[in-house]
């Protein structure tokens, strides 16, 4: 990120450019916050099944951006590849990370999920401004960290660290379920299906660590959308506050491994993801 763009958003968020709240156009700076902090979500299987779309200038002093599904990504229909689940629990990142983007900018986001036919997924709205939050500066700094290798500590990630994990998902129709300690074999099978970088390290000592599931109500694409920004939220929240962080779908694409989730943990719902949190190497 360049040093005119790193500097955008503290414009912003002091009131610098009263300007941009009367404009109509999304501005340069902007759109390069915007764009920076959706590109940091990691790509699923060498794609990036996301594409956005600004709209601006309606007359109504009101911007917008649009979320699409891509529709050459990798597991669409006609396409091999990653499912659909996958793709829009990635999606889902995305969005969260869009919108923490605009709230950075200092404008508060009105999301609507529409996943369909016709390729958009979500859209966000912007037409009022607030200064955002410690807590809201802190995660977008955590979108642009990634940490190297786990510590083998035993027992580093309190039951404190876990609640808290558990409230920032902040998002409606997703439940973050810890993993107790007694329930740890049961994910045992998961986490030797996943392929994650780091994942052995994660594997030798899997105690050490914290474990969530991110579970829906149901399993349709609304809730894989939310899947993912809830996860996506927690992962910022736990980065921000010097954890390790790791999220797993992959091993989740087999029925099988989905089903043993709901039977091992007597889940109500639809398991989406696997939270895996640790400390850091030193």
């Known amino acids: 990120m360049s040093d005119a763009t790193a500097s955008a958003p503290d414009r912003r968020a002091a009131g610098l450019d009263d300007g941009a709240t009367d404009a109509t156009e999304w501005t340069p700076d902007e759109l390069e916050v915007i764009t920076g902090a959706v590109r940091q979500v990691p790509s699923i299987d060498g794609t990036r099944p996301w594409t956005l779309e600004f709209h601006s200038g309606d007359g109504e002093r009101t911007r917008a951006v649009?979320?699409?599904?891509?529709?050459?990504?990798?597991?669409?229909?006609?396409?091999?590849?990653?499912?659909?689940?996958?793709?829009?629990?990635?999606?889902?990142?995305?969005?969260?990370?869009?919108?923490?983007?605009?709230?950075?900018?200092?404008?508060?986001?009105?999301?609507?999920?529409r996943p369909g036919p016709a390729g958009e997924l979500a859209r966000v709205t912007v037409r009022r401004r607030r200064s955002p939050t410690e807590s809201e500066l802190s995660r977008y700094s955590a979108i642009f960290v990634r940490a190297d290798g786990w510590s083998s500590g035993r027992n580093a990630v309190s039951a404190t660290t876990r609640e808290r994990l558990v409230e920032s998902s902040g998002t409606d129709g997703v439940r973050l379920r810890p993993v107790r300690d007694d329930e740890v074999p049961v994910l045992a099978s998961v986490l030797e299906r996943d392929t994650a970088p780091g994942a052995s390290a994660a594997r030798t000592s899997p105690r050490t660590e914290a474990l969530l599931v991110a579970e829906t109500p149901d399993d349709g694409p609304v809730d894989h959308l939310r899947a993912g920004v809830a996860v996506q939220n927690a992962w910022l929240t736990a980065t921000a506050?010097?954890?390790?962080?790791?999220?797993?779908?992959?091993?989740?694409?087999?029925?099988?491994?989905?089903s043993g989730l709901v039977e091992g943990l007597n889940l109500?719902?639809?398991?989406?993801?696997?939270?895996?949190?640790?400390?850091?190497k030193d």
Not at 89 to 110: F, H
Not at 242 to 253: D, K, Q
């Open 66 to 113: 649009s979320l699409l599904e891509r529709v050459d990504a990798p597991g669409q229909p006609g396409q091999p590849g990653v499912p659909g689940r996958d793709r829009l629990v990635r999606c889902g990142a995305a969005l969260q990370n869009l919108r923490l983007a605009t709230r950075i900018l200092g404008w508060v986001p009105e999301t609507v999920l």
């Open 241 to 258: 506050a010097g954890f390790t962080c790791a999220v797993i779908t992959n091993p989740l694409r087999l029925p099988e491994v989905r």
């Open 268 to 280: 109500p719902g639809f398991p989406q993801a696997v939270l895996r949190l640790g400390t850091p």
